[in-house]
């Protein structure tokens, strides 16, 4: 049996969030103004601050970004309509359902379902959580057979799962790829080979992890954050990535690197403006 290591990670926590308060000075609004021109005369003729740079978490880069994973996860940029998928691939992982492709075998499944409890207490999946328990690192479907897979799909007529899929997705997965990528200094193309990365590899400590991808790359090249050119460094990450991929059969083929991130890589669009036009598997899709 094939070993899982899909998403091979612990926990992640959700970081604290920062009150920021201010105490303004009782002071007449006039006076303020007054002493804000006077110790500042050329305040008015300095051009306005330039607006931050856009990442992959704008929310049209966002769905861009749903449909490309759903286009190379589900054959379908329909995103979407994939609340209710499941089946086992056959990849030593169980079984893969929903909208990011979580699996009974990686502890991803397990940490949707339980959160989904944790929200709406008796759902219909909610008897399935002692066998996600068990079957967690396996490919078995003990406990789950014959009815987890009707329940699923019952599950995901319920705006609460689809809610709790949204919610892990981005934890999970989504988050901690932009909040890297930005951290590196890449763009919307970049925050989006990284997010892609952590979905098919997971952010574990094995080889073949996101971390060690990363890790690769930086011994080919820097990132802009470190002074680097922002293509040779997405080269050298998705040089990094098809290697990865091709250490397991169920992703030899590299074409969701291939003729998708590297095609939007060679024409210069690290901003994945539209329209967009690739291929994954053989198919062929288009974003306008």
Known sequence: ???????????LGLLPRVVLGAILVALPATAVAADATESDPQRHSRPAAAPAALG????VKKEIAMQLVSGAENSSLDWKAQYRYIEDIGDGRGYTAGIIGFCSGTGDMLDLVELYTQRKPGNVLAKYLPALRKVDGTDSHEGLDPGFTRDWRRAAEDPAFKKAQNDERDRVYFDPAVKRGKQD???VL???AYYDAIVMHGDGGDSTSFGSIRRKALAKARPPAQGGDEKAYLHAFLDARVWAMKQEEAHEDTSRVDTAQRVFLDKGNLRLDTPLDWKVYGDSYHIG
């Open 190 to 192: 970049g925050q989006f």
């Open 1 to 11: 049996m094939p070993t899982p290591h899909k998403r091979t990670r612990t926990r």
């Open 185 to 187: 200094g890449l763009g």
């Open 56 to 59: 992959l978490d704008d929310p």
